[in-house]
């Protein structure tokens, strides 16, 4: 048996790492996912638009419960809170639109 001490574990991750890029050249950047993206998005905008008409629903709930106005309050709040879930909405998606376009031009400048 040879008395050699064994490389170590960052040793050896640095000298795989010199000949992969030898070998394969320095590597890319990774391009993020689309479809786990996606479904992320679209959970999001679900979310965003359900909330306000539960967050509405309830403020006028427990308005009219204190009040004892049943059901004037749940239903104003409700309608507003229709309206800002779908102002939400409307904000995310485009938000989310201008995160595509600007990745989409970033992809292809890259390439050509």
Known sequence: MTDEPLPSLADLDRRLREARETVLGPP???APTRTSNAFGSAMR???EF???FVVGGLIGWAL???FGT???FMVVFFLLG???GTVNLIRAARRLQAEAEA???QNSSTRG
């Open 28 to 30: 890319e950047p990774e």
């Open 45 to 47: 905008l679900g979310v």
């Open 50 to 52: 359900v909330s306000g």
């Open 64 to 66: 009219d419960r204190w």
């Open 70 to 72: 049943r059901p004037w």
């Open 82 to 84: 229709a309206a800002a």
């Open 103 to 105: 990745s989409e031009e």
